[in-house]
């Protein structure tokens, strides 16, 4: 019985060890299928794998095999996967080994030597040692090997139901050959930006104007002390964009290609599960905080004679003070919030949305002034107790300041309808734009009711506001863009944010925008290509301009402009010929587009040889009388209206004698003995604003412009 226990003891130790040596977090689990199975969201720690070999020539490495679905990340602590999102991938780890070193063996030379005998040295003990000469190692060798986990991701049941998003904007980057440099002008008080087309510019061409002004404006701020570009609620900023055209090509604004949106929400990191009116998923650090200063929170809701004496444990526990007033499920704050400004209106809305579409003015009425809602220096060891109480408000602390003490701490809207309403007002009516002569108008302090009709989500694609300065735009290059030095098209906007709208809930706010607009090249060249065919069969051909000249460049023209195939010059001899017109494309006209190779006219002309119908035949030299057969007449029947010449002998490969105007009468062709000049056989010859960053404070909120976050270099 003993041995028994001990056999079982034996394997449970065994299983042990080997769990042990297999594990990962316990937020992970394993199965058969997977070596690591993770949920999305969760980390695991990766056990049991091979260390790197002391001295080897490099570090080992971690790689995942599809980084969509998990990544891994390697600490002093260890190395850990996370879920990003469901699906199968493997995770390769790559690590040198060191070799066993063999010693190197003693060179032992095959000579002669004197076989006299000598006195020997008795020898020492030597038992248990080598000769020096064998103990010299080589130096060590080291191989590369790989060990490998699958790992499959899988959803999180309890996680929330994340929300599809529905933007159509389309954030274009911009072309390449662009370039561009500016400055403020202080006696002008605005700035003023140069943007160039390049001479590697080609084609139509993609102007990314925010990462124009976002770049110029944070440089300038850099240069004058600041991290970034500091703005105040009410502040204005003129711009003045000239662009200049270096490429050798011409262009024009394309219609329609104005595009004035919020920015891409993927490029600012973490995101929120609510979606804003532009169809995205809120960014979290666009995302405003909890509008501590208003009367309906600090005063209705916590109790506290005012804003400053609101505590953090106050705000982490804001759905216990909810629920004792009635107050429950995922959207208490919101249905609290709708109760409040119903009975401060006289209204009976069934929703907060519907109460903020027809109240306009609840964005002023929120935006009071008392605290900012920062909680300064908070200890670390209190936030861990306040998250560990309340981790319901875990997800909406945007923390900042941190330092080894503690850090500052604020609270973002955690329902969807009240951080949709702060983000979509924002955009709505506080971040505004004007362009050309309204921006004489742009005031965001006196003139609220003007500005307001400009914000950023006023100029959506089809909206009256778009199309005006979709016209606007277009009229900056009625007289297109060329290489010309007094060619340019300058622009005017203002960036404005709304004074008195802007409240301390969006001290520590981030924000942007996307500005863009397309040019569209419209300088190109044409071709006109007899094609010359016997039996059906392709001989040859020759390019050449509308009269006939022949050409190795195609014909200058501009896109959509229109060229009439009949005005092209039939050319009824190639080779020492005859040739019949039969056919030319397009029939009508050629409408010239961008693309040269697209931009041919195609005439084609066809001879029959050894008898058969149809075009011109070679000559009969049977002097057979008596045949039977009906004679073909072998001369061709010209067309009428378009006179035709033969295209005579220069010297060189290339003819370059003109074709007589099409009022010449037509040559007669000569004896068959008179030689023919030919039309040698040349083949086709066609061929500020960007993360606006809060000053901490209990006055007016302060915002700073931060450049555009990237999620790749670039």
Known sequence: MAKKLQKVFAL????????????????????????????????????????????????????????????????????????VSAGPTVITHTYYVQEESQPEQPVVENVITDQTPTDVEEPTDTEGTLPEEVLTLSDPLYTLEEES??????????????????????????????????QFNEEAGRFEITVTIGEDADGDLVLDLSDVILTIINQYAVENG???????????????????????????????????????????????????????????????????????????????????????EDVFGIYDKLAEKGYTGDQALTDYMLAYFNDFYGTSYASF???????????DTLA?????????????????????????????????????????????????????????????????????????????????????????GDYMEGTDLWKATDAYLASLTEKELTN????????????????????NGYMNYDFSFYMALELEQTDTTYTVRHEYYTNDSLTGSVTTDLAGNVITEGVEGTVDQEITSASAVHLTTYDGNDYTFTSVTPADKLVLVQDEASNVIVLRYDRTTGGGGGGTTEPDDDDDDDDDRPSNPDTDIPDEDTPTTDLPDVPGDTPSTDIPD?????????????????????????????????????????????????????
């Not at 899988?154 to 500016?182: F, H, L, R, W």
């Not at 949305?353 to 964005?363: C, H, I, M, N, V």
């Not at 010309?484 to 409240?503: N, R, T």
Request: contains cysteine.
């Open 149 to 182: 986990w699958t790992v499959q991701v899988t959803e999180d049941e309890d996680a929330p139901e994340i929300p599809e998003e529905t933007c159509t904007v389309n954030y274009q980057k911009m072309s390449d050959g662009i370039t561009y440099e500016g």
């Open 12 to 83: 449970l130790m065994t299983v042990s060890m080997a769990m042990s040596l297999m594990s990962i977090s316990a937020f992970a689990e394993e199965t058969d299928e997977a070596d690591i199975v993770v949920k999305v969201g969760e980390t695991a720690e990766i056990h049991g794998y091979t260390e790197n070999a002391e001295g080897a020539p490099d570090d080992d490495t971690w790689t995942v095999e599809n980084e969509e679905t998990a990544k891994v990340e390697v600490t002093d602590e260890g190395v850990f996967v996370t879920g």
């Open 226 to 312: 600041y991290d970034s570009y500091p703005v105040m609620p009410g502040d204005s900023n003129p711009i003045h964009l000239t662009i200049v055209n270096h490429s050798g090509h011409t262009y024009q604004y394309q219609d329609g290609s104005f595009v004035l949106s919020t920015a891409k929400a993927s490029d600012f990191g973490e995101q929120t599960l609510f979606l804003g009116y532009d169809g995205q998923r809120i960014p979290a650090s666009f995302s405003s905080a909890i509008q501590i200063s208003h009367r309906s929170i600090y005063s209705e809701l916590f109790g506290r004679s005012g804003s400053a004496n609101v505590t953090i």
């Open 484 to 503: 010309a030095d007094d060619s340019a098209m300058d622009l005017d906007l203002i960036l404005c944010l709304d004074g008195p709208g802007v409240g």
């Open 368 to 456: 009071t002034t008392g605290s900012n809602g920062i909680f300064e220096e908070v200890s670390w060891e209190t936030l861990d107790a306040l998250k560990q109480e309340h981790p319901e408000m875990v997800p909406y602390l945007h923390i900042t300041d941190e330092t080894e003490e503690g850090c500052d701490v604020q609270f973002r809207w955690p329902e969807q309808d009240l951080a949709a309403f702060a983000y979509n007002i924002f955009y709505q009516d506080f971040f505004s734009v004007g362009f050309g002569s309204e921006t004489a108008d742009m005031n965001p302090n006196r003139n609220t009711k003007f500005t307001r009709t400009r914000g950023i």
């Open 353 to 363: 949305a519907e109460l903020a579409a027809a109240k306009p003015e609840l964005g």
């Open 662 to 714: 099409e009022d010449t009468p037509t040559t007669d062709i000569p004896e068959e003995d008179t030689p023919m000049a030919e039309v040698p056989k040349t083949g086709d010859l066609s061929a500020l604003w960007l993360a606006l960053t809060g000053l901490s404070g209990s006055g007016l909120a302060a915002v700073t412009v931060l450049g555009r976050k990237k999620r790749d270099e670039e």
